[in-house]
């Protein structure tokens, strides 16, 4: 569809100022409006085609557009339509997050990620901290504005200089040679402050930013995980004095304990009891998260055997209940005997026989099958 250029329809030159383009459309207004032409049903259309023409030029950087393209630059879908990405021909790479070759390319002129002062930090806890839970104190250093320039970074009874580079708006615009856009981004002389302290701060060195130490108190949960993360609002660095501070990131570490290994909800445990105790049965004192606790070893119990302790364990994590303790048994061999011991081991040896080895008993079934 073919359009009548919008300086045409105006009635300017295309060297016209925006004010002779403003008195331009008045007049011409004045003129088409349906409401004095109510017989005329073109001057409806005649006074579209004017204000689509007035809201082009009387935009500097529409116009600008409108100068290079035509009308393809207000097409519907155009980059740089009033609606596109590159609206007016401008385009603000500071707001994109840009990864890669590109980011690389584009850092040369200063444009980047910004740093939004998020902070890391590990936290120590013991095996029954994570266990119960716990509330924590801890002490890490931090930026903050400074106390002494209250974060203007000028000395007291100075003030900053408005910024020359950018007059105060603290972007910059320049145009591409190879983009027929124009590229904003944060000024480099003022860092996108707009101002310039001339008479910088002692304490800060104009910054307006200093190092702080800072306590906070952090609460752990019942039941979290070792490499389980915790974010406190705030408590990070502030990356500009005019910025909010950002988030502190807590990677909890479960320190490692000398009985209790985790595994999901369930606690376990390594326990050694002696031949007599796992033949015979016992009771035998094991450590719980608890405290001290008794183990019922049924006779006949064999090294490796894991036996439970029901609601022992690590708070569910669905909030409701305990895990189970398990206890691997362990059958310590006497490894230092006496002459007298040795003969009543012989002898049980011999009474015993292999009626009460099945598990010995099929093993050597099966070697004598497998030699022939």
Known sequence: MSHRDHYEVLGVSRSATQEEIKVAFRKQAAVHHPDRNPDDPKAAIRFKELN???????????RSMYDRFGHRAEEPGSPFSSGGPFAGGVVDFSEIAIDGILGDLLGVFGVGRGDKGDLKRELEITFEEAAFGVTKTMTYDRI???TDCRGSGSAPGYAADTCDACNGRGRVRFQQGILPIAVERVCQRCKGKGSVVTHP????????LMKSANTIEVTIPPGVEHGATRVVSGAGNRPRPDKPAGDLELEIQVAAHPFFRRAGDDVLCTVPVTFTQAALGAEVEVPTLDGRGKLRVP???QPGTTLRIK???MPKRAGIGRGDQRIEVTVEVPTSLTPRQRELLEELAKELGEDVSPQRRGFMD????FFG
């Open 299 to 301: 006779a006949g119990t």
């Open 201 to 208: 701060c002692s304490s800060c060195r104009g910054s307006g």
């Open 144 to 146: 903050v504005g400074c």
């Open 52 to 62: 689509a023409a007035y809201q082009v030029l009387a935009d500097p950087q529409r």
């Open 366 to 369: 099966k070697l004598r099958d």
């Open 311 to 313: 609601n022992k364990g």
